[in-house]
């Protein structure tokens, strides 16, 4: 066999396998009960190609993807769950009465992570009505210890409902509906401890609630739930081994009290009354002038600038006082001695423009800032500066005061 041969066969393999599809499937669950569906991976295993390796078992991860013909989601009573890719999928939820009688069919695709190959069934629902809907005691527990699809599994459910026959020795008894915490607004616990998201599950039965379920509206177990404080409940016992009841989260419906109300529906013909005809507006719609808004709009704040501006001008113009005023209003006596005090101030410095002192030694250069050279102090203005030394005494400054030195003797020498 040559290779183009050997190519187009297997290509004819993988289309034979990639558009084989299961046959649709018929349920029919009836209204007003749970309704599980598990969509199992070895199920569609056979919808995708094998392993390379002949005789290793295959764990493809698949993921599901699932929606009501024709839509983008599901029908509102109908969840999907799937934890893992390596998990099974689970549809449930409770079938309402105003889909007795028509099918829903459910698109189920096949998501292979492994090949990216898909495969895909529908799911016929054929929901029918229950003998007794709705079942007129409800109760719904709250089980802090299990997950959502854990809870749906069948021997997990079928021992729950066990455990209530118990404590309520009903004639007929149902699993109504299940959800998840995290759909009642419950938080993701943390992965610590084997903590569980919990799950609400609520049971109907035929005949009335029974004693132990009715301690919870005790007003000592109220008062104990109030401070977060767990109720005493004598059927706990029941559940304990399997199931974490959270009694404060019980819920007791009773359907035989409620008062059925019916809104009488007024059908009309469908013809709006008769008001008259349409009149559209005309065609050729008048101009308007703007030019007088604009001029009032502009005009306005301009006025109240304009007499803002005069008042403030008044204000600081033509009310202020003067120096003559201020002058008549002080006494002589201060008059003079300001008087003086500038006199004084401006003799002062006229002299010191014509101060003739020579500069202090310590702001005389010694050394050349860029040579590094030493080199004399220079001042012009006061004396020569080729006669001057480097290093000048008292004697050597002009215009200085002979400092008296002391003799060993004890006296002094000008």
Known sequence: MSASD???????????????????????????????????????????????????????????????????????????IQRTPYSDGVLYGSPTAENVGRPTIIEITAYNRRTFETARHNLIINIIPADEFPLPYQVEFFI????????????????????????WQP???NAINITSALDRGGRVPLPINDLKEGVYV????????????REVESPHNQLRCSQEMEPVITCDK?????????WCKLSLMDNTKRIPVHHEVVRGEGIL????EYSPPSETLKSRDYYSDFLITLAAPSAVAVVLFFI?????????????????????????????????????????????????LSTLPVFHPVTGEIVPPLHPDSYDNTSVPLMQTQQNLPHQ????????????YP
């Open 171 to 173: 004639d007929r008894l």
């Open 273 to 276: 009354p008769d008001v008259g």
């Open 202 to 213: 609520m049971v109907g039965a035929d005949v009335a609630f029974s004693s132990c379920l």
């Open 401 to 412: 005061t002979r400092i008296p030195q002391q003799q060993s003797g004890g006296k002094w």
């Open 312 to 360: 403030l001008g008044y204000i600081m113009c033509c009310r202020r006082e003067g120096v003559e005023k201020r002058n008549m209003q002080t006494s002589d006596i201060q008059l003079v001695h300001h008087s003086s005090i500038q006199k004084s101030t401006k003799e002062l410095r006229e002299m010191s423009k014509n101060r003739e002192i020579a500069w202090p």
């Open 6 to 80: 050997l190519v187009a066969c297997l290509m004819m393999i993988v289309f034979t396998i990639i558009s084989k599809v299961h046959a649709d499937r018929n349920v029919y669950p009836s209204a007003g009960v749970l309704f599980v569906h598990v969509l199992e991976r070895e199920y569609f295993k056979g919808e995708f190609p094998p392993y390379p390796k002949p005789g290793e078992l295959s764990s493809d991860p698949i993921t599901f993807s699932t929606n009501l013909m024709g839509y983008p989601d599901r029908p509102g009573w109908l969840r999907y």
């Open 238 to 246: 029941k559940f304990r081994a399997h199931f974490h009841v959270d």
């Open 144 to 167: 802090k210890n299990m997950n959502v699809e854990e809870m749906l599994a069948s021997e997990v459910i079928g021992d729950f409902l066990g455990a209530v026959k118990n404590i």
